[in-house]
């Protein structure tokens, strides 16, 4: 099955999530048959493309629950989301209280998605391309928001390590646009939440944090499934499974840069 097979034969719908007492409205592909499934993470493991972030991942929705439980670090908050997907956590912090919200993906098409979702949920996020690790789209980004990297406090990534290569390409863009200290008395936090997929444990995010010299502590998600337990289990895209092995890893400290 060729990419442009399985692409022809996928189908979208608008799939409702409750976070809290919020109702999301997330624009979605609908489930692959297995060959198309097949032919999706073939090409997911032969590309650069981003082209998981058409669905709603389990790792989004934990930290959207995370964020609901912890609406206080989102007053007033600019946040940057990394592999942002459907936009799933970039929209809820914005319901709760974000004053700046930019949602970003490294691939053209999962950024249209993007976008339609921010349209569904009429909420004021900013959609945009971004690809990790890589300094002209970390100069060409910082055109379109120039002041971002002295405003951001909180930077966002849910279930975006799925191949062991993007660690220290996700560590890098984290470090770049945290990279501003012109205001070192601001509070500035990197929200991890993975699940393991793949190659990448958690043990592997470990020790890679470790190696980079951040400083984190790691939440588990056990406490936030109590918030709506029925709701979590009714989502077909998010197994209980998968659901209670995800962490949410709290960055503090990233080498110079925070």
């Given at each position: ?216 502590s790691v939440q588990s998600v056990q ?36």
């Amino acid at each position: 099955m060729s990419e442009a097979n399985w692409r022809q034969c996928a189908e979208y719908e608008v799939k409702e999530v409750s976070i809290g007492m919020h109702t999301l409205f997330v624009y979605q592909m609908r489930e692959l048959s297995l060959d198309d499934m097949f032919a999706m993470l073939s090409e997911m493991d032969s590309k650069q493309t981003e082209i998981s972030g058409t669905r709603i991942w389990t790792g989004s929705l934990a930290l959207s629950h995370y964020l609901f439980m912890h609406a206080d670090i989102l007053q007033g908050a600019c946040t940057l989301e990394l592999g942002a997907g459907t936009g799933m956590c970039s929209i809820v912090a914005k319901k709760l209280g974000a004053e700046t919200c930019i949602a970003t993906d490294g691939d053209d098409r999962v950024v249209q998605i993007l976008t339609r979702n921010v349209q569904l949920n009429k909420e004021a996020v900013h959609a945009h391309v971004l690809s990790w690790g890589d300094a002209k789209s970390h100069t060409q980004f910082c055109t379109e928001f120039p002041d971002l990297k002295s405003k951001l406090n909180l930077i966002l990534a849910a279930d975006v390590l799925y191949k062991a290569m993007l660690i220290p390409l996700l560590f890098n863009s984290v470090e770049f646009f945290f990279s501003d200290s012109s205001d070192s008395e601001q509070s500035r936090l990197f929200l991890l939440c993975h699940v393991p997929r793949a190659e990448v444990s958690h043990d592997m995010v470990e020790k890679a944090l470790k190696a980079a010299r951040f400083e984190y502590s790691v939440q588990s998600v056990q406490d936030i499934r109590k918030l709506n337990p029925k709701k979590i289990l009714e989502m077909e895209e998010c197994p209980e499974n998968e659901y209670l092995q995800a962490k949410i890893y709290c960055v503090t400290a990233i080498r110079g840069a925070l």
